[in-house]
């Protein structure tokens, strides 16, 4: 019998049945969105509660800023053909001390290679965030800022960015070389792409 690739809708079923963690999340619910054609790979932390109850990625303020870091409204930023979304975690961790719960860790290792691996046409990857980062990146910057500083090293390939929550409010106003220079950069960029 020949072997068979997978497909990506195959792998996409696969993770949406996806019970790996569950008995470590309150509950099991995968949020992502990929199809083979999308142009720019967006990878974040994991879905809020927001983001869990409704099923939509990045439905919710943080979202809202991302897209306009990007520069496209929400028909184009859920247009599955132009934009993949693959969190780190695909589900809801639950709640902490600070906020949310790191992505579980399971999902990445599990899942990211498979999916990937089916999107041919990635020209640009968002690494959102120190669990995006830290996985992807072989890099000698050791936090955050350091890194999202040092865009250039990784742009137009890969762009990496801090995640677009309002609760870091206080790093966007800290660091205001990160709208003024690297925002225009990825802009410029997600427009040629799409």
């Known amino acids: 019998m020949k072997n068979v690739a997978p497909n990506l809708s195959l792998v996409l079923r696969e993770i949406r049945n996806c019970r790996l963690c569950a ?29 869990h109850a409704s099923g939509i990625p990045w439905n919710d303020a943080s979202g809202k800023r991302l897209r306009e870091w990007m520069a496209v409204d929400e028909q184009t930023f859920y247009d599955d053909t132009k934009i993949a979304i693959v969190p780190m975690g695909f589900c809801y961790p639950g709640k902490g001390n600070g906020g949310d719960l790191p992505p579980r860790p399971e999902c990445a290792p599990t899942w990211h290679d498979q999916v990937i691996s089916l999107l041919p046409d990635i020209k640009c990857t968002l690494l959102i965030g120190m669990y995006a980062q830290n996985y992807y990146l072989d890099t000698d910057h ?32 800290r660091n205001d070389w990160f709208e003024q220079e690297t925002v225009p950069a990825l802009q410029e960029t997600v427009q040629q792409i799409l």
Do not use: C, D, M, Y
């Not at 762009?159 to 106003?173: E, G, K």
């Open 23 to 51: 008995s470590e999340i309150p509950e099991p619910r995968p949020v992502l969105r990929a199809k083979a054609s999308a142009k720019i790979l967006v990878i974040g932390q994991a879905p809020g509660t927001k983001v």
């Open 142 to 173: 050791e936090n955050l800022t350091e890194r999202v500083k040092s865009w250039r090293e990784f742009a137009p390939e890969v762009f990496v960015l801090p995640h677009p929550s309002p609760r870091n409010q206080l790093w966007l106003r």
